[in-house]
C-alpha cells in the first residue's frame, strides 16, 4: 500500500492543466472527491474539477509534510501553495491541510480533502477578508 501512496504522491507533483489524463492512473473510474467546498464523483467529473481548478489559478502547488498508511487507507498532510487572480492581490496563499484517501486495489476511490476554508477563501478575498481579519481580532481581544 506504501508504493501506491507514493506513485499518488508522484503524479500529484507532475500535475499540471497540460497532463491531467494522469488522473486515470491513481483515481478509481468512480472515484468521490471531496472538500469543505465541492463533492464531485467519477473520473471525468475529477477531471472537469481540475480543469477549472488550473484555470483560475496562476500557479499551484502541494508540499507533502507527512504521510501514513492503514490498511487500504492513506493520509497526507500537506501545504498548498497558490496564487490567484482575484485573491490576495495576486499573492501567493498558503493552506495547511490533510487528505484522507482510501484504496481500491492501486487507485483511490474516495479522496476527501479538510482545510480551513477562511485562510483558502474568504480571508482573501477583497474587503470580506478586511472585515474578517477584523473580526478575528476583536475575538482574541
Same mark, same amino acid.
Request: glycine content about 4%.
Given at each position: 500500500?506504501?508504493?501506491h501512496? &507514493? &506513485?499518488f !504522491? ?21 472515484? !468521490? ?5 465541492h463533492k !464531485?464523483?467519477?473520473?471525468e467529473?475529477?477531471t ?16 507533502? %509534510? ?5 490498511? &487500504? ?11 490567484h487572480?482575484k485573491?490576495?492581490?495576486? %499573492?501567493?496563499?498558503?493552506?495547511a ?6 484504496? %481500491?486495489?492501486?487507485?483511490?476511490? &474516495? ?18 477578508g ?9 475575538? !482574541?481581544?
Amino acid at each position: 500500500m506504501e508504493q501506491h501512496l &507514493n &506513485n499518488f !504522491v508522484d503524479i500529484y507533483n507532475q500535475l499540471s492543466d497540460k497532463n491531467l489524463n494522469l488522473l486515470k492512473n491513481i483515481y478509481d473510474d468512480s472515484v !468521490v472527491f471531496s472538500d469543505p467546498l465541492h463533492k !464531485v464523483e467519477g473520473i471525468e467529473a475529477l477531471t472537469k474539477y481540475f480543469e477549472n481548478l488550473y484555470a483560475n489559478v496562476s500557479s499551484i502547488s502541494f508540499d507533502i %509534510k507527512e504521510h501514513y498508511v492503514v490498511d &487500504n487507507k492513506g493520509f497526507l498532510y500537506w501545504e498548498m501553495h497558490f496564487s490567484h487572480s482575484k485573491l490576495n492581490n495576486k %499573492k501567493n496563499i498558503t493552506v495547511a491541510g490533510h487528505s484522507h484517501l482510501t484504496f %481500491k486495489g492501486s487507485k483511490v476511490i &474516495n479522496h476527501r480533502d479538510y482545510f480551513d476554508v477562511g485562510a483558502l477563501l474568504y480571508r482573501n478575498i477583497p474587503v470580506l477578508g478586511s472585515v474578517i481579519k477584523t473580526l478575528e481580532k476583536r475575538a !482574541v481581544s
